[in-house]
């Protein structure tokens, strides 16, 4: 299945995902430090978010390497014999 749109999904994520995730890090990093839970939860607290934290860094890193890599295109497929293609390329042609 080919659509020429999915360019603009594919150069959307890529510019729009780091403001995103950058915004929910500093949200999980506010939550540990103005939490104000008993101090019995701590210990759990902390690991929870610090798992949550560095998930969402490691997708912030991702998508700042996939923006600086240029990748702009790229296929999935699926079960079924689906096959999605993504392709951000633009045409010489036009």
Do not use: C, H
């Not at 506010?30 to 998930?55: D, H, M, N, S």
């Amino acid at each position: 299945m080919k659509w020429p749109g999915w360019q603009w999904v594919a150069d959307g994520v890529r510019i729009g995902a780091p403001i995103p995730l950058t915004l929910t890090s500093a949200g999980l990093v506010f939550i540990l430090w103005k939490g104000g839970w008993p101090l019995e939860t701590a210990e759990a607290r902390v690991q929870w978010l610090g798992i949550a934290l560095l998930f969402n860094l490691t997708l912030l890193g991702l998508a700042l390497f996939l923006s600086r890599a240029g990748i702009s295109s790229f296929s999935v497929k699926g079960p079924g014999g689906m096959e999605v293609e993504i392709n951000g390329q633009g045409k010489a042609d036009d």
